[in-house]
């Protein structure tokens, strides 16, 4: 009889300010489990942990919008204008958005993102306190 070992890698994102003391630093700290990317088990909706586009040595935390082959609407400009796009996610990308609309860098700029950068999934926020718990996948219009 053969035995089937599932186990799940869980790791710590710190997505924090470059300060030398924790006690002043703006931090999040999440809790991060990887089986989900690599059984392709993402949703829209997820928070995700990824490698920038733009810079490899650097790791971000963004929210799925959209898989491959999902019809995205995003406004282009949100500072200056209400202008949308709609375009189609290529195969083997994926679509991500800050939360922060204002002041995330996403694929609003970089495009879509292969999907071999996503890293993992956020599953529980550790810091700051006032946030602790479940992050809870974001219901999609």
């Not at 003391?21 to 990887?34: D, G, M, P, Q, T």
Request: glycine content about 8%.
């Amino acid at each position: 009889m053969e035995r089937l070992h599932l186990y799940t890698e869980i790791h710590l994102f710190a997505s924090c300010c470059p300060q030398l003391c924790w006690h002043f630093c703006s931090c999040n700290l999440l809790l991060v489990e990887r089986i989900s990317t690599t059984t392709g088990k993402l949703k829209p909706g997820d928070v995700v942990i990824l490698q920038s586009p733009e810079s490899p040595r650097k790791i971000v935390c963004k929210r799925l919008i959209g898989m491959e082959g999902d019809e995205v609407t995003y406004v282009v400009d949100p500072k200056n204008s209400d202008r949308c796009e709609t375009i189609v996610v290529p195969k083997g990308h994926v679509w991500v958005e800050g939360d922060h609309i204002y002041a995330s860098k996403d694929s609003r700029n970089f495009g879509a993102v292969p999907y071999g950068l996503l890293k993992g999934r956020a599953v529980w926020t550790l810091l700051p306190r006032k946030d602790f718990g479940s992050l809870a996948r974001k219901p999609m219009q």
